[in-house]
Nanobody
Framework: QVQLVESGGGLVTAGGSLRLSCAASGRAFNRYTMAWFRQASGKEREFVAAISGSGGTTYYTDSVRGRFTISRDTAKNTVYLQMNSLKPDDTAVYFC????????????????????WGQGNQVTVSS
């Protein structure tokens, strides 16, 4: 079992930055593919970014590439999402997700591939 606890959300004006953190409990953290998804009000949950167990491979949805950076600290069992140049369209509840078996990067953006989820953290970007 893996438990994910997120922190770092909040309110920011457009153009600002926030960093989300996701602390994972349990062993073998470096075997898990970690990802961030988001869900805006009235919309489906969508993929934002993911990182391999080793941290050597990352993948982003087009709308955040170049603005967001996903990273992980194995010693702290934590994954981060640094969000820069935030836009009002980035407003959503952000979820951390983990799965031990997602070796195929083509599967990373799929919501139904992840076994473990955090509680969600609100990010609001005002114009």
């Amino acid at each position: 079992q893996v438990q994910l606890v997120e922190s770092g959300g909040g309110l920011v004006t457009a153009g600002g930055s926030l960093r989300l953190s996701c602390a994972a409990s349990g062993r073998a953290f470096n075997r898990y593919t970690m990802a961030w998804f988001r869900q805006a009000s009235g919309k489906e949950r969508e993929f934002v970014a993911a990182i391999s167990g080793s941290g050597g491979t990352t993948y982003y949805t087009d709308s955040v590439r170049g603005r967001f950076t996903i990273s992980r600290d194995t010693a702290k069992n934590t994954v981060y999402l640094q969000m820069n140049s935030l836009k009002p369209d980035d407003t959503a509840v952000y979820f951390c997700a983990a799965d031990p078996a997602l070796l195929n990067r083509s599967r990373w953006p799929r919501v139904d591939e992840y076994d473990y989820w955090g509680q969600g953290n609100q990010v609001t970007v005002s114009s």
